[in-house]
């Protein structure tokens, strides 16, 4: 109202107002609402712009969204149809490649090569519902041909592809791509065009997987590898089922390792590419200057690419910007990589993961490794012994990963399983069986487990946030009384170690360590209590761990004012054994400022001078073999399909830290020292780290009563990357530990 008082009852601007309460009504599932004001914008726009105009097809495709939502495909398909028939009238020719902007054309009605391809794309998804693959290929390939009219002269018709060049100016593009292989897959599965759909679908996903290692390189913020993240999954779950349905036709062995590296690509790349570039800086061999260069192509080459900071007013100095920074970043890597050999290798060589590396370098004959990848439709799971591989593929219903958040909850639920021991008994017991006969049993039915000592575990999704050491292999009864020490728990038979990647798994197997110098370094804070940035309770129970640790390792302890964040970083990276007894707070919304709270600086308002930041965790040059994080939830954070958990762990993880100790949830302070205790007098007796941990939660749990013996209080511990024994500095084995205890919250 207010607007039609103020241009109004016939101003253009008017329908902009109608549009947003349409918009606003479809949030709210009030259709007919939505659908009264997507008209009346549509009707005053014909009036005023003319039927012509390409706000009145873009109102067309909303009123095409309100009937798709009603179930009325008849009137959903003639406004789809009549928006596209007029953006086809209205086209402005030429590539698409410049991105142009729509307000651009506003004043002579034109549609642009990106408003034709997103029309191209709704009806390809309208065909494709319809379940008509075969047409809605026909639209997808439009779509392209729309940014891409050379395509059209192709006489392969849907069996081409525009280049990588031409598709990396638009993280957009990378839709038309997933859902041409999409259609691919499912006119085969129809039967319409059978080998050459398959096959064209797996060259359609490979080309998808290049466009994102492309853009990868040029994504350098965290949203925006975030937004890449997230179209990139559907593409990595679409070529694992081209591949697998290729296994199926062919029996190839290649097509299973083929399947092995696109579910190593979807894991991890991020850290991967970090510890890659850490390694190339680190090894000192290009010149500071051509390493300050290569940034900051790579930082101008990254905003020239987002499309959306092209405006009309400098569209044409954007682009050739765009194409001079691209041929100089190009020419730089080239030049790199003929002169510099070894520091291109190391930074942008893109290895295979391979099996048989897997099998050869990361696997003894008693080990088994498991590697989920969930998707949105199908769960993939790797199961590969030191000579033997199996793939599995099964439906993926929504309801199965529930029961891993109902299992979470009743690990984390300590106030349940106090009040109501023997109800959090039976409820456990029930859910910890089923997401093991779910997500365990049937893909270890076929293998011979009988010499299997140990699971290298590489979760995916939800499953990343609960131990599969709570799994109970078999059906508890429902008269067993509630006491925990005889379960059947996954534990009883393996030691189990977890991994963000099996590609980062080898990595670090294969890395060699710099040399320490046997010691152990004990940090446990005081804190000022002036400013709420450094603001922390103190932890009493921080000195006693340190006194504990100081009977069995020889080392430097500090304790209260002295233990602050300057001090740690000047010793640290020399020692073997670090332990850091302080609080840890995890920020939701920035994973970066997650961090360790050291003593208060005084006037430190920031706590810049206090916290060591997730960024500055990434950045250390510690010498040790394992970092123990015994805070609460260390191992837990904001979970990026594609990459893991963002958590502290991971921070150390991507310093280059061979293997951590870990927790998952918040920890009993008892539990804690009990634990940990037991693990240092294995590991004192020189068993490797996987073994010690297992033995560690075996020989609490013997002594456990009904409610000490529910896994929250014991199975939050988790030891990723490698299980080998610790180092000496001598070559054999000794306590080389870091160990950070600390309490952790949230913020934000």
């Not at 007919?32 to 009145?56: M, N, P, R």
């Not at 779950?237 to 299973?256: H, S, V």
């Not at 929504?398 to 106090?418: A, F, G, K, W």
């Not at 039915?445 to 995916?460: C, F, H, N, S, Y």
Request: hydrophobic share 40%; net charge neutral; with cysteine.
């Amino acid at each position: 109202y207010m607007w039609r008082e103020i241009y109004g009852a016939t101003h253009q601007q008017l329908g902009v107002a109608y549009s947003e309460l349409g918009n606003y009504y479809v949030q709210r599932n009030t259709l007919d609402s939505a659908l009264f004001y997507y008209e009346q914008a549509t009707d005053l726009w014909v009036k005023q712009l003319g039927a012509t105009h390409i706000w009145v097809a873009e109102s067309y495709e909303r009123l095409a969204r309100v009937y798709a939502l009603r179930g009325d495909t008849e009137r959903e398909f003639f406004y789809l149809e009549s928006a596209l028939n007029l953006k086809k009238n209205t086209a402005v020719s030429g590539s698409g490649g410049a991105g142009e902007l729509a307000d651009e054309f506003q004043q002579t009605k034109r549609a642009t090569p990106q408003q034709l391809y997103e029309s191209y794309l709704k009806m390809a998804q309208f065909h494709q519902r319809k379940k008509d693959y075969a047409l809605a290929l026909t639209y997808c390939q439009g779509a392209l041909s729309a940014l891409f009219p050379n395509l059209s002269k192709s006489s392969s018709g849907v069996y081409a592809n525009p280049t990588i060049t031409e598709l990396s100016r638009n993280i957009t593009w990378l839709d038309a791509l997933q859902l041409k292989g999409k259609l691919l897959l499912q006119d085969y599965i129809e039967g319409k065009h059978a080998d050459k759909d398959l096959r064209f679908a797996v060259e359609t996903y490979a080309h998808a997987m290049r466009l994102i290692d492309t853009l990868r390189i040029n994504f350098t913020t965290d949203g925006a590898r975030e937004q890449l993240t997230r179209r990139s999954i559907p593409i990595y779950e679409g070529a694992l089922q081209a591949q697998y349905m290729l296994y199926q036709a062919d029996k190839r062995a290649e097509n299973i390792q083929l399947a092995f590296a696109i579910m190593e690509r979807s894991k991890a790349f991020v850290m991967m590419q970090a510890l890659q570039t850490t390694q190339a800086r680190s090894a000192g061999i290009v010149p500071d200057d051509l390493l300050a260069k290569e940034e900051l192509l790579r930082q101008n080459l990254s905003y020239y690419s987002d499309a959306k900071n092209r405006k009309k007013s400098n569209a044409a100095d954007f682009d050739k910007a765009y194409f001079e920074t691209k041929r100089s970043y190009d020419s730089l890597i080239n030049y790199l990589e003929a002169n510099y050999p070894k520091y291109y290798q190391l930074k942008y060589a893109q290895p295979i993961i391979k099996i048989a590396d897997v099998q050869k370098t990361l696997l003894r004959s008693s080990d088994l490794l498991i590697e989920y990848f969930v998707g949105d439709e199908h769960l993939y799971v790797f199961c590969i012994q030191s000579d033997k591989v199996q793939m599995h593929q099964i439906p993926l219903v929504r309801s199965q990963l529930h029961n891993i958040t109902i299992l979470r909850n009743h690990l984390t639920n300590y106030s349940y399983i106090v009040e109501k021991p023997a109800e959090a008994f039976r409820s456990f017991c029930e859910t910890s069986h089923e997401v093991y006969r779910l997500f365990v049993e049937p893909f270890i039915k076929g293998l011979d487990m009988q010499q299997t000592e140990r699971l290298i575990v590489i979760p995916d999704g939800q499953l990343s946030y609960v131990p599969f050491e709570v799994f109970l292999r078999e059906a508890v009864e429902k008269d067993h009384p509630p006491t925990y020490r005889d379960l059947p728990f996954l534990l009883r038979d393996y030691e189990i170690v977890y991994g963000y990647s099996s590609g980062l798994m080898l990595q670090n197997v294969q890395s060699v360590r710099a040399r320490h110098n046997g010691r152990c370094l004990g940090f446990a804070p005081s804190y000022l209590h002036e400013h709420p940035a450094t603001d922390h309770k103190d932890l009493p129970w921080a000195a006693k761990e340190l006194e504990s640790i100081k009977e069995v390792f020889k080392g430097d302890y500090i304790i209260g004012s002295g233990a602050h964040k300057e001090a740690f970083l000047q010793q640290a990276p020399q020692y073997a054994v670090i332990h850091l007894a302080m609080h840890g707070i995890v920020d939701w919304h920035n994973s970066q400022k997650s961090h360790l709270a050291f003593a208060s600086v005084k006037g430190d308002t920031t706590g810049d001078k206090s916290n060591l930041y997730n960024f500055e965790i990434q950045n250390l040059h510690l010498r040790a073999d394992l970092v123990v994080l015994s805070a609460c939830e260390t191992g837990y954070g904001k979970m990026i399909r594609g990459e893991g958990v963002l958590s502290l762990a991971r921070g150390f993880m991507l310093a280059g830290t061979p293997s951590l100790l870990t927790t998952l949830w918040q920890v009993n302070d008892f539990t804690t020292s009990t634990l940990m205790t037991l693990f240092y007098d294995n590991l004192r007796q020189g068993m490797d780290k996987a073994t010690a941990l297992r033995r560690a939660k075996l020989d609490y749990l013997a002594h456990s009563d009904q409610v000490s013996g529910h896994p929250a209080f014991w199975a939050s511990f988790v030891l990723m990357g490698d299980p080998a024994p610790v180092r000496s500095p001598w070559g054999f084995w000794s306590w080389a530990v870091v160990v950070v205890r600390s309490e952790e919250r949230r913020v934000g």
